[in-house]
Nanobody, 120 residues
């Protein structure tokens, strides 16, 4: 399984940014895909995930700000990040697991990560 992220960069507070992840591998391995992030001084944390059927899960810190979506025909997920705050800055990692319940705790696969910076 390979996960490749794209779309990171710099944005001002209050702005928006969309990041994407393309997965390659078996449909089972990519049953659930999602995002973790590592912000300065903190451990990696779960952000959001989506199952192949469309069921989603979110961390409380991003719920209602970061909708996650998925295009199964392209094995691609998107994270639309709105109302960004400086504390959202960090490295965002694409992850995958066959189970949505498990991906929030122990992803099986990780991408290389992309930088998102929110500052004025």
């Amino acid at each position: 399984v390979e996960l490749v992220e794209s779309g990171g960069g710099w944005v001002q507070p209050g702005g928006s940014l969309r990041i994407a992840c393309v997965g390659s591998g078996s449909a089972l391995s990519l049953g659930a895909m999602g995002w973790y992030r590592q912000t300065p001084g903190k451990e990696r944390e779960f952000v959001a995930a989506i199952a192949r059927g469309g069921t989603t899960d979110y961390a409380d810190s991003v719920r209602n700000r970061f909708p996650i979506s998925r295009d199964n025909t392209k094995n691609t997920i998107y994270l639309q990040m709105n109302s960004l705050k400086p504390e959202d800055s960090g490295v965002y990692y694409c992850v995958a697991h066959w189970s949505l319940a498990e991906i929030t705790q122990r992803p099986n696969y990780w991408g290389q990560g992309i930088q998102v910076t929110v500052s004025s």
